[in-house]
Antibody, heavy 120, light 110 residues
Framework: QVQLVQSGAEVKKPGASVKVSCKAS????????ISWVRQAPGQGLEWMGW????????NYAQKLQGRVTMTTDTSTSTAYMELRSLRSDDTAVYYC?????????????WGQGTLVTVSS | EIVMTQSPATLSVSPGERATLSCRAS??????LAWYQQKPGQAPRLLIY???TRATGIPARFSGSGSGTEFTLTISSLQSEDFAVYYC????????????FGPGTKVDIK
């Protein structure tokens, strides 16, 4: 069965960086895109960016350009999201999500979420 | 940049009743729209994609309609497990995939 398993919770100081991993199983990793979505406490969903697991092409949300980097390691079927220069308003649950096949849109499988807390 | 809005912000419904949720895009997104359900402490769950196609395993009481800028999610007869927050999301695959979520509608018990 398809699973996306994310790394554990992180606590970081303002200005630091965080790197969250998302290990995929149960499907051919390189056949699907992966997006990262975050959710601040009590708030809605915010799309952060997308990466093709096939060729590594990326597309980041404009507000995060320059602070976020998404990568994949096809040898371990793992996607990574690194966010730099952390601020308190980056405190959120971060999700990875698999895009539907054939770019039909929508995310059919999600990781369990990783809580990143930014606090001095 | 496409902006998504949802109404109402909160919808109070009795079990067994019909719920109608609206989503509007600031410009046409064709049928490139998905709906998600999210319960507290859980990841979102895909309900509808392509504006009207139910995702795998989604009950028939959930239906989506609309195209262009106006979309609707209808839950025909609310069950206890349907009380949750619902988000719409538009997607654009050219030149690279890009997605935008609406702010959500909370469906609670009347």
């Amino acid at each position: 069965q398809v699973q996306l398993v994310q790394s554990g919770a992180e606590v970081k100081k303002p200005g630091a960086s965080v790197k969250v991993s998302c290990k995929a199983s149960g499907y051919t990793f390189t056949s699907y895109g992966i997006s990262w979505v975050r959710q601040a406490p009590g708030q809605g969903l915010e799309w952060m960016g997308w990466i093709s697991a096939y060729n590594g092409n990326t597309n980041y949300a404009q507000k995060l350009q320059g602070r976020v980097t998404m990568t994949t390691d096809t040898s371990t079927s793992t996607a990574y999201m690194e966010l730099r220069s952390l601020r308190s308003d980056d405190t959120a649950v971060y999700y990875c999500a698999r895009e539907l096949p054939l770019q039909l849109g929508g995310f059919d499988y999600w990781g369990q979420g990783t809580l990143v807390t930014v606090s001095s | 940049e496409i902006v998504m809005t949802q109404s109402p912000a909160t919808l109070s419904v009795s079990p067994g009743e019909r719920a109608t949720l609206s989503c509007r895009a600031s410009q046409s997104v064709s049928s490139n729209l998905a709906w998600y359900q999210q319960k507290p402490g859980q990841a979102p769950r895909l309900l509808i994609y392509g504006a009207s196609t139910r995702a795998t395993g989604i009950p028939a009481r959930f239906s989506g309609s609309g195209s262009g800028t106006e979309f609707t999610l209808t839950i025909s007869s609310l069950q206890s497990e349907d009380f949750a927050v619902y988000y719409c999301q538009q997607y654009n695959n050219w030149p690279l995939p890009k997605f935008t979520f609406g702010p959500g509608t909370k469906v609670d018990i009347k």
